[in-house]
């Protein structure tokens, strides 16, 4: 699969609709493939050619563009205020209707080409979840849902009729809705129900289509699960919603035909003892003919024979597009994927706010974690997930060792750990937990391993040894660990007089264990996956693995000895380095303070003036003489996330608020820096580090979770190769 980029906007992107079945003619205009035949069958997806995208702003801007060519979009609509919520093309692809998030969340109807209103209407004081055109009225009529309301519109009078829940159904959130050959209309329920309209009354329910079970006083008990995507096809209507299952239903009786589940087909091994977490399903859309033919084979996709089906995507809350084979057996409606589940996913990523970011030290790897409490290992050169382990508890920071055999997490909760990798073909395969510490309450949001040191000519001295592990906090302290002494069990005494930090640790070894074991003789460790989320193989317990009991029984685990503590910041920490020598270290806070410390006790070195020419291993810290420059006025301290220096020390990074990217040339000082900015994050941008080769810079979005990588382009590239 290949990425292409609209970069028009200038805010976060908060809708989109995508038409099916448009072509641009000689005269440059677009219009229908024919025949149109029924608009549910998916005949046309691969001609698919328009997409309308709507931001959020003081002045929202809409832009309608070609996929085959989105550097230039078509055409830019305006009208709403604060952000667009919903859209949608007409079946003829000649209209556009769209939902504003003002007080009486607008509803317009656009003629797109002609780049002007065709109505303006108030839509609902409520707020509108949903716009969709019915493709088999042969007029213009549309149907909004949200809170508590379903709307039936039409377009050519510009008002619309409240729909009427009646005795059957009950007046709730409505996230969904989709329509049959007849006109009828179906829409998806909070309740987890599906109702189906007809004159603008409800007339058939069906209660209790999506559940997830969960336990109460050790029973588990079946509670409602929103229907988040809902959508007409020739085997039925398909479902999905919180409770991560794909049904499909008869449009008559609304009786299951068939079911699929996500979570268990698709969710990462959990760790022993724990749960698969769930993957909520919350948008559909489904092909068949020639197209879906390709598709389903190329996925590796068992097809039965003479039988009616296609290909459905699924796109989920936790950011993956799946597709998987649908077909019809005899009455019933069956769901497959790949057996191999990597092959049916199209894209995957952290499920939750992502921030912490490592690169490796040699090769193409680098590292996420996020607050799904999984780590993820991708490679640059194959734009892929290779590797991924569950952590257990939320992610912040990440840092991995020099010799790139361990890495360190920063958590919630004063949590540290470190995971001993094994590596198979330059690739890790499995992470066993080393150790856990908790001497703090809360979160660690960088951890940074000291470098291995050098000599005066930048060489790697012989036997030289990664000597600490710095830990910062936002308890405004950083702990500083020994990184050369094997992780200890804690002694008896700790354990007798039931010390504080002793039964935070245990308790928190127990969460990341799930009350299960790792590291023991012949088991998979951590639960982790090797390439292409095949499970890892069984691996021998070494010197480092521990085991860890049930969470009501003892547990056993190992924690890092601490050589010292920074104190002095007056806030939050923020961002650490280490000189190249690893002898000092460099910390930055909320309060805008710029620390330096003495290692291995953590003493503060109040001589700054001594410092001047002291060379930093990694410069990451938004504060400092060398990166004075990069603050434009009117911004604080908060405004600048991260910065990252180039291995070879030339150019600089900076990550921001605003969604930016900024490109420096490294010391950014004087008072007019120049400097290059890039735009595709929604706000904020939390991290960002160069590659090993200084070729790509990989950035990471916090609640936008998406991961980016970006390629050092033109006469800047040949300075950088030459400079190494």
Avoid at 53 to 72: C, L, R
Avoid at 372 to 400: M, N, Q, S
Avoid at 512 to 527: C, D, E, H, N, R
Wanted: charge should be positive.
């Amino acid at each position: 699969y290949k990425q292409r980029f609209m970069v028009a906007h200038d805010d976060d992107i908060t809708s989109m609709a995508l038409h099916e079945g448009m072509q641009r003619n000689a005269k440059g205009q677009w219009t229908r493939l024919a025949p149109s035949g029924n608009p549910g069958n998916g005949e046309n997806f691969g001609s698919r050619a328009l997409v309308a995208s709507g931001q959020m702003g003081k002045v929202p801007k809409i832009y309608v563009w070609d996929v085959d060519a989105p550097e230039e979009p078509l055409r830019e609509l305006h009208g709403h205020q604060r952000a667009v919520v919903a859209m949608d093309f007409s079946r003829d692809g000649k209209k556009l209707i769209s939902v504003g998030n003002d007080d009486g969340h607008t509803v317009i109807i656009y003629d797109w080409q002609k780049g002007c209103q065709l109505s303006n209407s108030k839509g609902h004081m409520a707020e509108i979840h949903s716009c969709v055109f019915n493709p088999y009225s042969p007029g213009l009529e549309f149907t909004t849902t949200g809170n508590k309301h379903v709307k039936f519109w039409d377009a050519s009078k510009g008002s619309g009729q409240n729909g009427l829940f009646g005795k059957q159904g009950t007046t709730q959130q409505i996230y969904s809705v989709t329509f049959l050959p007849n006109g009828q209309a179906v829409t998806g329920q909070k309740d987890g129900s599906i109702y189906l309209w007809d004159g603008g009354a409800v007339v058939k329910v069906k209660k209790g289509a999506h559940a997830r079970k969960v336990k109460q006083n050790q029973k588990e008990v079946a509670m409602p699960a929103a229907i988040l995507g809902i959508l007409s096809t020739p085997l039925g209507i398909v479902t999905t919603g919180e409770d991560s299952h794909v049904r499909v239903w008869d449009s008559s009786t609304l009786s299951k035909l068939g079911e699929f589940n996500i979570k268990e087909s698709f969710a990462p091994e959990p760790r022993p003892g724990g749960v698969r977490k769930r993957m909520p399903g919350h948008s559909l859309n489904y092909m068949a003919g020639k197209e879906c033919a390709a598709v389903v084979q190329k996925l590796g996709i068992a097809v039965k024979k003479s039988s009616d089906g296609g290909a459905l995507l699924v796109g989920t809350t936790s950011g993956d597009i799946l597709c998987l084979g649908m077909w019809k057996v005899g009455e019933q409606v069956e769901i497959v994927r790949n057996k191999d589940p990597e092959e049916s996913r199209i894209m995957g990523g952290h499920a939750i706010m992502v921030r912490g970011l490592v690169t490796a030290h040699d090769g193409s790897l680098f590292y996420t974690c996020g607050h799904d409490t999984y780590v993820r290992c991708w490679d640059k050169e194959k734009k892929d997930l290779v590797f991924l382990f569950d952590c257990g508890i939320p992610a912040v920071g990440i840092d991995l060792h020099p010799k790139g055999n361990i890495l360190a997490i920063g958590h919630v909760g004063g949590v540290v750990t470190t995971w001993d990798l094994t590596i198979r073909d330059k690739v890790p395969i499995q992470a066993t937990l080393r150790s856990v510490n908790a001497d703090r309450v809360e979160d660690v949001d960088e951890v940074r391993f000291s470098p291995l040191p050098v000599d005066e000519d930048g060489n790697l001295k012989p036997n030289g040894k990664c000597l600490y592990l710095a830990a910062a906090s936002h308890d405004s302290v950083i702990d500083i660990y020994s990184a050369v002494q094997e992780p200890q069990e804690p002694d008896e005494q700790m354990k007798a007089k039931k010390d504080p930090t002793y039964l935070r640790t245990l308790e928190m070894a127990r969460k990341v264990q799930g009350g299960g074991t790792l590291g023991m003789t012949g088991s998979v460790g951590s639960g982790g996956s090797s390439p292409r989320g095949k499970p890892a193989r069984p691996m021998t317990a070494s010197s480092s693995s521990m085991t860890l009991g049930s969470t009501a029984g003892p547990t056993k685990f190992r924690m890092m000895r601490r050589t010292g503590v920074c104190k002095g910041h007056s806030s939050y920490i923020t961002h650490i380095d280490f000189n190249k020598e690893g002898t000092l270290l460099q910390s930055t806070c909320g309060a805008n303070e710029l620390l330096n410390w003495i290692m291995p006790k953590g003493k503060q070195n109040p001589q700054t003036k001594d410092l001047a020419g002291t060379e930093w291993a990694t410069f990451t810290c938004i504060y400092g003489w060398a990166v004075k420059s990069i603050w434009d006025e009117g911004m604080d301290g908060t405004d600048c996330n991260a910065v990252d220096r180039s291995k070879n020390e030339k150019l600089l990074v900076t990550a921001e608020d605003t969604g930016l990217v900024k490109l420096f040339r490294f010391p950014a000082v004087g008072g007019q820096q120049r400097f290059r900015s890039y735009v595709g994050h929604s706000s904020h941008v939390m991290n960002i580090r160069f590659t090993n080769d200084d070729k790509n810079v990989i950035s990471v979005g916090g609640p936008d979770r998406a991961i980016f990588q970006w390629k050092i382009v033109n006469a800047l590239a040949d300075s950088l190769a030459a400079a190494r």
